[in-house]
């Protein structure tokens, strides 16, 4: 089972600053099969990116993903209100499935 | 509109059964294989079981082998989960996901609480 481990738990930042959310895997991911997905409270995961690096239909451009065989990174240009949420990691090249524990985005 | 739409949650007893629905509209259901994930109050997301596009193929996370069965019926544009023996760590909100490369739609999600 690949285990992935995001970091920070818990990032504060201001509105208009840049955020940098960090997913490491226990093992190498194939073919770049990283996603990772945006959810507010009582609401379900939204995805933001997939392929690493792909943006999904809709996403604005803020968002941005990189990275490749352990180590990915989720990027927000610029925090709009509407970004304060809670974003997890996924690998879905080999069975289980896995999410990372999520990291939260808080307003400082 | 792309859409699913879960329903069968509820409070059980340890040890006794449930089963949910998936219901999709606005996509060739019998295309894409399809996943339940689920999320513990205050926790993180799960994977817990898949199915292919057919019916044919399945697979399940550890925790619930043995106790929880995927299904699909392709002619009502439904997934199920059943779900046996159910234990006090199963409570979650359950939902289903279709995959399009990465999880692309999700439902709303269903709450299953197992309690005496």
């Known amino acids: 089972e690949i285990v992935l481990t995001q970091s920070p738990g818990t990032l504060s930042l201001s509105p208009g600053e840049r955020a940098t959310l960090s997913c490491r895997a226990s093992?190498?991911?194939?073919?770049?099969?990283l996603a990772w997905y945006q959810q507010k409270p009582g609401q379900a995961p939204r995805l933001l990116i997939y392929?690493?690096?792909s943006r999904a239909t809709g996403i604005p451009d803020r968002f941005s993903g990189s990275g490749s065989g352990t180590d990915f990174t989720l990027t927000i240009s610029r925090l709009e209100p509407e970004d304060f949420a809670v974003y997890y990691c996924q690998q879905y090249g080999g069975t289980p499935l896995t999410f990372g524990g999520g990291t939260k985005v808080e307003i400082k | 509109e792309v859409q699913l739409v879960e329903s069968g949650g509820g409070l059980v007893q340890p040890g006794g059964s449930l089963r949910l629905s998936c219901a999709a509209s606005?996509?060739?259901?019998?295309?894409?294989?399809m996943h339940w994930v689920r999320q513990a109050p205050g926790k993180g997301l799960v994977w817990v079981s898949r199915i292919n596009s057919d019916g044919s193929s399945t697979s399940y996370a550890d925790s619930v082998k043995g106790r929880f069965t995927i299904s699909r019926d392709n002619a009502k544009n439904t997934l199920y989960l059943q779900m046996n023996s159910l234990r006090a760590e199963d409570t979650a909100v359950y939902y289903c996901?279709?995959?399009?490369?990465?999880?692309?739609?999700w439902g709303q999600g269903t709450m299953v609480t197992v309690s005496s």
């Open positions: 093992q190498s991911v194939s073919s770049s099969y």
């Open positions: 392929g690493a690096s």
């Open positions: 996901a279709r995959r399009d490369g990465a999880f692309d739609i």
């Open positions: 606005g996509f060739t259901f019998s295309s894409y294989w």
